[in-house]
């Protein structure tokens, strides 16, 4: 089943300090865990979409969540999201990630809630995307516009349940 993943630290971003330095919280990063046997992920990353396998020792800086209630049919429609934000380049948003500043907002204006996620040509942020793909599928984590959920707020969601890892297989 599809998850909720949310990374305490994420290796290799630059951009890990400044966001857990602008929102003072926990998260900085948040992705779709599509297998957790094989730790593969969908994120959103700059600069584009992508899939990639977890390396296990990343495991321990990422607090995962399940779905409630997350249906066969709300799945695929998650799937479909994602293989199209990677197979369209959907590229990474820069700037709606800065719109949580209000001194930002007045020079780069305010972010939509009209992407059109069939044809992924919004640039979207990390918990951007996660959010609305799970909206696509009928699941509202918030009563919020994307734009303004930070990945820290995805686990503010009754939707979403606090689990442990799987232990993972030797290889």
């Known amino acids: 089943m599809i998850k909720v993943a949310l990374f305490l630290a994420h290796g290799g971003d630059p951009m890990t300090a400044a966001i857990k330095a602008l ?5 900085s990063h948040a992705a779709l865990l599509l297998d957790e046997a094989e ?3 969908f994120e959103l990353f700059y600069p584009e979409a992508r899939f990639r396998n977890l390396k296990p020792e ?3 800086a990422i607090d995962l969540y399940e779905i409630i209630g997350l249906t066969p ?3 695929t429609k998650i799937l479909a999201v994602c293989q199209g934000a990677v197979t369209y380049h959907q590229r990474y948003g820069v700037a709606n990630l ?3 500043l209000p001194f930002a907002r007045p020079i780069l204006g305010e972010a939509k809630d009209d992407a059109d996620l069939n044809a992924h040509k919004a640039p979207l942020f990390c918990s951007q995307a996660v959010f609305d793909a799970l909206k696509y599928a009928g699941i509202q984590l918030l009563n919020a516009h994307s734009w303004e959920v930070a990945p820290e707020n995805l686990a503010w969601s009754t939707l979403l349940r606090k689990v442990d890892w799987a ?5």
Do not use: K, T, Y
């Open 58 to 60: 990343e495991r321990v």
């Open 39 to 41: 730790g593969r992920i």
């Open 23 to 27: 929102e003072r919280r926990s998260h």
């Open 73 to 75: 049919e709300q799945q």
């Open 98 to 100: 800065f719109r949580f």
């Open 167 to 171: 232990p993972v297989a030797a290889a």
